[in-house]
């Protein structure tokens, strides 16, 4: 089993925290991963994207422009991404600020309106965690167990007490996740 | 018990450097290196080791106070990228000069000039043709995973003690930001005895003083100098050749790339291999010395020989000096800080296939 997912979107959204969340619940769970993220003047305030790899063999390339899997979460990021899933492969997207929805037909497209939901809690800060669940759910690639732990490695033990409003976002993005018709 | 962590190559470094029982840190930030320094200053390595780390007032203090803490015979290292190495190279030509082991981190950026701060391999000239004046060479480590950054931290202090040189770790953008799992070694003690045969540490009674110079005014002698640094970087020729190989046994078709390239090139052998195309990607982990015998080897059992380098072409010039004319050798590159994708690199090698070239 080899998952190879970009995840996009503007900086300040957690998208490389949800990826080392990500990747380390891969450790937990035994596996190889890798975390690449783009870097450089480009995060200030623009797009931020990270490519996070999961397999259960040693990882290769650590840069991809193919993917299993893409996790949208602006405008500019659908743009750049939305061509790069591979025949077959799953687009999870957040519908705020969305313009044009996806479209292409041979992909199966999600959407998680994880901002929204994190607005109506007032827990804005939990926002990719709900994105983080929508995904979960729709590929089961790290057990929930090994996502906790993996929270747990990711934040320094003055944060421990976060863990359980994560865990929750991580619950409440596995439920209003739903598939699109295309 | 093995500790497993999720490091960035950068952090990699840093740790197994306190790991190692590095004496020393002198460095100046640069993207994309600047983790290096961060975490160490985050680390406080003077609380767990005794470990000195200093931010110098720029790359050319930092290496000076690398030559002066090595002539002492302290396990000493600095780290920088690309622009910053080049500042360097005069102290590093000293230290090569005045046979001192330490160990220095380019973690490459694209250049030339100040370049960008996205990854490159164009320092592969620089860094394994001598880089400063004079006859001299460093032993180069090419790391291609964040496991790699800390093993060869420890692996670089050994060798360079074992040959009294100073080893480079040459590594880039992409291997020092992207993160990995490391199993991290354990805590070695850091070394309180000194060698008495050249360590300069105070002048006993029994013996003359120890001078840590690269300078001889008296060409004889130091022609005499140059003959033994020379039969120095003969013998790491002879016994520190390293490299790693996949799919290569019946290869008809070869990748040569080190480091994020060689990564990246795996994986378009992987593609390859799906497509029929019998490839195979060699992977040189010391880039000097080189691996010449084995590729001269598989230049004889292939067709091609693709040649993967974030750069206009350097490696290259070495694959084709180790295929003597056998078999076609073809570079394959981005520039500047721009990062080839797996199915680029398929591209080039079908392109070779074919005949064709760019």
Known sequence: MTEEIIIAGFGGQGVLSMGKILAYSGIMQDMEVSWMPSYGPEMRGGTANVTVIISDERVSSPILNQFDSAIILNQQSMDKFESKVKPGGVLLYDGNGITRHPERKDIKIFRVDAAEEAARLSTTKTFNMIVLGGFLKIKDVVKMENVIKGIKKS????????????EEAIKRGMEIVYPVKN | ?????????????AEAA??????AYFGYPITPQSEVLEYLMAEQPMERTGMVVLQAESEIAAINMVYGAAATGKRVLTSSSSPGISLKQEGISYIAGAELPCLIVNVVRGGPGLGTIQPSQADYFQSTKGGGHGDYRLLVLAP?????MSDFVKLGFELAFKYRNPVLILSDGVIGQMMEKVELFEQQPRVTTFDPAW???GKPKERERNIATSLDLDPYRQEKHNYKLQAKYKAMEENEVRFEEFDCKDAEYLIVAYGSSARISQKAVQLARAKGIKAGLFRPITLFPFP??????????????LS??????????????AA???????????????IPAPDEVLEALELLISGGSK
């Open chain 2, 199 to 201: 360590t300069v540490t």
């Open chain 2, 292 to 305: 010449k015998q084995e590729i001269s080897a598989l230049a004889s059992q292939v067709k091609g020989i």
């Open chain 2, 308 to 321: 993967v380098e974030m750069s206009a072409g350097q490696m290259i010039e070495d694959i084709q000096l």
């Open chain 1, 155 to 166: 934040l320094p033990e003055r944060h421990h007490h976060l863990i359980k409003v994560n």
């Open chain 2, 144 to 148: 291609a995973s964040v496991q790699e």
């Open chain 2, 18 to 23: 306190i790991r190692a029982g590095a004496d």
């Open chain 2, 324 to 338: 003597a004319g056998k078999v076609n050798v073809q570079h394959f590159g981005r520039y500047g800080g721009v």
């Open chain 2, 1 to 13: 018990m093995r500790e497993l962590r999720l490091m960035k190559g950068n952090e990699a470094i």
